[in-house]
């Protein structure tokens, strides 16, 4: 039987750019171009790796967010991905996490899993919570944050490396993954590629299409609320020497001034 | 007053710093009740209590250590149903993160993660948080269920509070899910003895600059001078320079130290977003037009494999 693998992917704006809030205090996507979540690369060139390593696989890309976001499903289709799924609904303006987990959550089951990707956070929010929030909901194991992973007989193994382990985990699929920026450079699309992703189904799903109310979802049924965002100021130019042979020795100077020394 | 939950982050019962911070800031709120999970409770009780924790909720099981996140999402959930508590903190690591995850899922309770600093509100805890690579400063509140909240390591330094406290026992029956990802084997991190990078008042970093795995002892005998953290930027990661754990950066650690020294490290935003809410900022570089001088207290337009060791030199002697 094939092994259905789902990708999910986040349509960020370009964490280059001068990034805003809007009035609302949601994310500002007019502001800045947006683009598929660096951080999701890596988790779509896992889902293909995963795929061209079994027997048969189908990869589909899921995302949720507005029309622009259409932009990250086809970089993923380019570079591979068999298919892709868009949940748009006006209704999903300034969802929250916990929100979009339940979305996802729904889409993922309406694709129907045997491995769920996901990329170590979003480059724009960076909470990181995401994978966890899919795995608890879905009710299936979360082998998450693998900067390693083999995935062969119904069992997904990889390496997880936390601040006082690296640890090896283990676990039967269904799962759900997580996949860091040390897990292998992501591909870059071919032009053959690209010409094939525009052929690639792009199936468009709304909140009534997976059964979620509205009012579980969007900027009212979010669990949290900015109160208020403020551009940091910035930094005031310090003092800057070219070193002429007594730069190590100024540079002392000024830490055992601020009493660092 | 009201009770706030603290999660324990230890290793065997040793408790690491954060978890302390945690405590303090709790002490805002309500009073801390400590969750400790897996060995060592009685080794930590003395600590906890020093930093304020009025209560210590402890279970031990072979499932905290040999299985991801859930079993401890199972023994934080049976404490909040214990305590029926006004906030749950807990400490914004990787693993930390996923817990609070699953927890504000469980509880039906919206997640603020990453705060830098917490205050109490009118309509309960009010969360700072540094977002946008650091470019904005928000403070946010959970408007649904009990607020859990992680919290960035040097939010606030520890203060101690001593009071007495009593270990009690927390019955934790553990959910289906708990046993779904099993941790196959473990392989401690070599110390360094340095201070965690994280946790580090002050850190020493090398980026492309120092060219090469060989010239990192240069960054590392500054370092060591200072008693600081090494920390290296993605592009000397990427080379294979420097460990990745040492990474400083948007996908890496984020660091806010009361001083941080950036050498040969030119300050993509990349880098920038892991340091730049650092209390005061230095860099060395040889490229006067590098972007990390726009950071910088103080900044040496120079050659680091000149300004590095003469700097180690002198900070040694000062130090005598």
Redesign the interface.
Known sequence: MSLRIVVCVKYVPDATGDRQFADDLTTDRDAVDGLLSELDEYAVEQALQIAENADDAEVTVVTVGPEDANDALRKALSMGADKAVHVEDDDLHGTDAVGTSLVLAKAVEHVGYDLVVCGMASTDGVMGVLPAMLAERLGVPQVTLLSELSVADGTVSGRRDGDTASEQLQAALPAVISVTDQSGEARYPSFKGIMAAKKKPVESLDLDDLGIDAEEVGLEGAWTAVEDATKRPPRTAGEIVTDEGEGGKQLAAFLAGQKFI | MAEVLVYVDH?DGTVRKPTLELLTLARRLGDPVAVHLGPGAETAAPVLAEYGAVKILAADAPEFADY???PK?DGLQAAAGAVSPAAVLVPS???G??????L???L???????AVDLTAGEEGP?ATQ????????????????VPVITVKPNATAPEAAPVDVAVEQLEVSFG??AT??????????ESTGRP?L?EAA?VVSGGRGVNGAENFPLIEALADS?GAAVGASRAAVDAGWYP??SQVG??GKTVSP??YIAAGISGA??HR?GM?TSK???A?NKD?EAPI???????????LF??????????KA??G
């Open positions: 290793v991801l996140v859930v999402v690591s990787a693993e993160k996923e817990i609070a995850a699953r504000a899922v469980r039906g309770s919206g997640i603020i993660t990453d009010v540094s977002v946008f690579a650091a470019s904005y400063t928000t403070r946010s509140r959970v408007s649904r269920g289906e899910q779904g990802t099993r941790i196959v084997s473990r392989t401690p991190r965690d994280t002050i200072l990745h754990s948007q996908t009361q001083l935003i990349q977003a730049q005061t900022i230095v060395i006067a001088f726009e950071l910088v207290d103080y900044g040496v337009v120079g050659d000149e300004v590095v060791p003469a700097l180690t030199e002198e900070v000062r130090k």
